[in-house]
């Protein structure tokens, strides 16, 4: 298995930037395909965004398409997410994930194999 550790969240105004990034160790980071996920307080784990094992291919919510951008450096096992025009309704903690068929794009929780411990994003208005 891959080992996740996120960085970068924080507190930042409405309309501000964030950039997170998601150290992986273990196993070669380009066997696996790469998402981001959120939770805000009460609700679900959701779907952000998800990235191949190349680069090639990336996949977003509809509630962050535009806004946020998925990217991947393979020789630094780390992926990131680029965060723009943060909203307050952005506010969750961000969680990295990892899925081991990397050629596909996945964007259900349940395909996603390895988990990091989350990184607080909080927006405010």
């Known amino acids: 298995q891959v080992q996740l550790v996120e960085s970068g969240g924080g507190l930042v105004q409405a309309g501000g930037s964030l950039r997170l990034s998601c150290a992986a160790s273990g196993r070669t980071f380009s066997s696996y395909g790469m998402g981001w996920f959120r939770q805000a307080p009460g609700k679900e784990r959701a779907f952000v965004a998800v990235?191949?094992?190349?680069?090639?291919?990336?996949y977003y919510a509809d509630s962050v398409k535009g806004r946020f951008t998925i990217s991947r450096d393979n020789a630094k096992n780390t992926v990131y997410l680029q965060m723009n025009s943060l909203k307050p309704e952005d506010t969750a903690v961000y969680y990295c994930?990892?899925?081991?068929?990397?050629?596909?794009?996945?964007?259900?929780?349940?395909?996603?194999?390895?988990w990091g411990q989350g990184t607080q994003v909080t927006v405010s208005s």
């Open positions: 994930a990892a899925y081991s068929r990397p050629w596909e794009i996945y964007y259900v929780r349940e395909d996603y194999g390895s």
């Open positions: 990235i191949n094992w190349s680069g090639g291919h990336t």
